[in-house]
């Protein structure tokens, strides 16, 4: 089909030529079969870049139905692919990296000036000379915004069973082993030896996972504004599982859970520091448990140690605080329990927030997800195809 | 810089429509 003339890189202009008889055998290779480990060592959304080469080229040669029909069918392929995927976070991660990628591309590559500012001059030459796509964008982005649901609920999936025992349960202070409100001593242990009880988890475990989850996502080369929208969403989640907890059972409200707690979630704040993702307000979603945190530690006696605790939990509505001290349950003879007239102080307070009415956090809340604008330095002209991915079909133009 | 001549807008159908077409197209075709 082609004369096989090795040309220097310089002559290339960034297109991919194809045969319209050969998109689907192009759309089943790049999207239909691939697996994210046959681009790995690749440069990330490889298959996205290669998708964009060939719009180029169809809008090159003016060909309207070419390249409405290739980008249909990408867009039909990669829905099915999440479909029949979707339970698994490492396809999800890849097709979210991709499909944000190509969305990414094509504003880039537009023409339109407000998206080239951070263009090199070549990257400006290799803009789109006939076609706009802006529909197409919004589908893109319709379907970037789907993926990334997706995304959410696989890992809530995967983590929601690991939180009430990584965050409230498991002792990952070790003097504090053994340190149990009275009569709830041996809850734990006897659980974990109970056939068909429920699994255990310690904060380590859950912290493994979300370092696998935040390696995958950083792997396939999501935008680090995106992995740090899913980490909040995570966040999120982790926050309002372990307050409802906290919030229903007594066992939980003690002065060493609240230590623990502390700690958890220091720990979760260090995970986030180590991996670049503080900026990302995470943290902030886990403020109503670290305070609920100090409230189980601090002193719960005078008027003064009731206005302490007003001023410090912001992020809890007084129903929530009267009910943690409501439950609260001293360690051992000595703690006093709290007061009737120190929580009906609690209580009395001039109410200065705007508390939800509802006692439970949503932990199916959804934080609005954006997809920041992000070029690539890419130059397309440079882009290796491996010989694996068996797209010999292509021509480099 | 490329010159800048109006490009020709393609008309998208939203992800649902295209979702609709590629059922109705995979029905057709058994």
Avoid at chain 1, 72 to 93: G, P, R
């Amino acid at each position: 089909r082609q004369v096989t003339v090795q040309r220097k890189e310089k002559d290339f202009e960034g297109m991919l030529e194809y045969h319209k008889e050969d998109e689907a055998l192009l759309v089943k290779t790049l999207v239909t079969d691939i697996r994210p480990s046959t681009v790995s060592a690749t440069v990330p959304c490889l298959p996205a870049y290669i998708l964009f080469m060939c719009i180029r080229h169809a809008d090159y040669i003016n060909d309207d139905s070419k390249v409405e029909s290739l980008l249909t069918a990408t867009i039909n392929a990669v829905k099915k692919v999440l479909k029949k995927n979707n339970e698994d976070f490492e396809m999800t991660s890849f097709w979210l990296a991709n499909t944000s990628r190509l969305l990414h591309c094509l504003k880039q590559y537009s023409g339109d000036e407000a998206f080239m500012t951070q263009n090199t001059s070549k990257q400006n030459e290799h803009c789109l000379k006939n076609f706009d796509l802006a529909e197409y964008r919004q589908v893109l982005s319709d379907l970037s915004i789907q993926i990334y649901q997706q995304l959410i609920k696989v890992a809530e999936a995967t983590i929601q069973p690991m939180i009430v025992s990584a965050m409230l349960e498991s002792e990952s202070i070790p003097s504090l082993a053994g340190v149990k409100p009275m009569g709830y001593r041996h809850r734990s242990s006897s659980m974990d030896t109970d056939a068909g009880g429920p699994a255990s988890y310690t904060l380590q475990a859950l912290i493994r996972q979300l370092g696998q989850f935040h390696a995958v996502m950083q792997e396939h080369g999501l935008d680090p504004e995106i992995t740090g929208q899913v980490v909040r969403q995570l966040f999120h989640c982790i926050n309002a599982v372990t307050l409802n907890n906290l919030l229903l059972r007594k066992d939980v409200c003690s002065w060493s859970t609240g230590m623990q707690l502390r700690y958890n979630t220091s720990q979760m704040e260090e995970w986030l520091r180590a991996n670049n993702l503080y900026q990302s307000k995470a943290a902030a979603t886990l403020e109503p448990v670290i305070q609920a945190a100090q409230l189980l530690q601090v002193k719960k006696k005078t008027t003064q140690d009731a206005e302490a605790i007003c001023s410090l939990c912001t992020a809890l509505s007084t129903q929530q605080i009267v009910k943690i001290l409501n439950l609260y349950t001293p360690l051992n003879e000595f703690e006093e329990r709290v007061t009737v007239s120190f929580i009906r102080n609690i209580q009395n307070r001039p109410q200065q927030r705007s508390d939800p009415p509802q006692l439970l956090m949503d932990t199916k809340h959804t934080f609005p997800v954006l997809f920041p604008y992000t070029p690539s330095a890419l130059s397309l002209e440079t882009l290796h195809i491996p010989a694996s991915l068996c797209l010999d079909f292509l021509n480099r133009v | 810089r490329p010159p800048s001549r109006p490009r020709i807008l393609l008309k998208a159908p939203t992800l649902a429509e295209m979702e609709e077409m590629n059922i109705s197209e995979e029905e057709e075709s058994p």
